[in-house]
């Protein structure tokens, strides 16, 4: 749709499909749901990354409403273009070299997080069912969920709009809910080991130097 030479959408649905695409495969590859809570949480992930892409490569939402409610505050002439569409190189004011920090940021948590799930899941997977503490697993219980919140924050770097700044919490909160559960399985299964291992490393965020192992008498 057009109107007085500006284009009221980006209309780039192929790169919408692909870039999603890629994400959400990536994403099911490394976490492999198989329960329905697991689905469930996965069907979050997946509706924030098509958001996410429907916005910067589709139809900009975000943009429409931050234009109705600032009107000619609006600090871009053509706020429906797609060079405009990145809020903080907009709203900030930045040029080119605001973009290119931004997309290094973004790009290396992405990646980061990539890399977590995958040699998380590579772990897991070679332990057929037994309790893995060694690796990456050795600083932090749930390397994966962690790769998935440095994606998610990757991407709310990378373009950020309202759906999805509304969602993140709500994907962090269904995520960190599902590893504790996870968490009680575990220790119904493996006991004062895991209560143990549980004790010593992190959750998510790993110290910088591992805990010393406790004694069986501490708790």
Do not use: C
């Not at 099911?28 to 990354?49: I, M």
């Not at 997080?113 to 503490?133: C, K, N, Y």
């Not at 919490?169 to 009680?184: D, G, K, T, V």
């Amino acid at each position: 749709m057009h109107g007085e030479g500006i284009s009221w959408g980006y209309g780039f649905w192929s790169l919408v499909l692909i870039n999603a695409a890629i994400f959400v495969f990536l994403a099911l590859s490394f976490l492999t749901p198989v329960k329905r809570r697991e689905w469930r949480s996965f069907g979050l992930f997946t509706a924030f990354v098509v958001a996410l892409f429907t916005e910067m490569y589709g139809f900009p939402l975000t943009i429409y409403i931050l234009t109705a409610v600032l009107g000619s505050r609006y600090p871009a002439l053509n706020p429906f273009s797609h060079a405009s569409g990145h809020l903080w190189i907009t709203l900030l004011g930045g040029g080119a070299w605001m973009s290119v920090i931004i997309h290094l940021i973004s790009n290396g948590l992405m990646v980061g997080g990539l890399l977590l799930m995958g040699v998380g899941w590579r772990r897991i997977h070679a332990a057929r069912g037994e309790l893995v503490t060694d690796g990456l697993y050795a600083w932090m219980r749930h390397p994966q969920y962690t790769g998935l919140y440095l994606i998610s924050v990757g991407m709310l770097v990378q373009w950020p709009t309202i759906v999805t700044v509304a969602t993140w919490p709500a994907l962090l909160l269904i995520y960190s809910r599902l590893a504790r559960r996870e968490e009680r399985e575990a220790e119904a299964q493996f006991g004062d080991v895991y209560r143990a291992y549980r004790a010593r490393v992190p959750m998510f965020v790993p110290r910088l130097t591992r805990a010393p192992e406790p004694r069986w008498s501490e708790r």
